[in-house]
């Protein structure tokens, strides 16, 4: 099984869960710094999964 779970700064947990014939395309973008360092700005994450993506989602208290 293949599971992707998000975690946001909301309190909100989405969980996908698919089996391994899932097709995972992820796509990062990054910039170079003056220092000659990489930093990450983006990311993309594409699934096709024809046999069906099981989604569960999960609130919780949200604090700042």
């Given at each position: 099984m293949i599971t992707i779970i998000i975690?946001?700064?909301k309190g909100q947990k989405y969980t996908y869960t698919m089996p391994d014939t899932a097709v995972i395309?992820?796509?990062s973008e990054?910039?170079?710094?003056?220092n000659g360092?990489?930093?990450k700005t983006g990311l993309t994450i594409g699934v096709d999964c024809a046999a069906g993506i099981k989604l569960?989602?999960?609130?919780?208290e949200w604090k700042l």
């Open positions: 975690d946001n700064y395309e992820m796509i990054n910039a170079f710094l003056t360092k990489l930093l569960e989602r999960e609130e919780r």
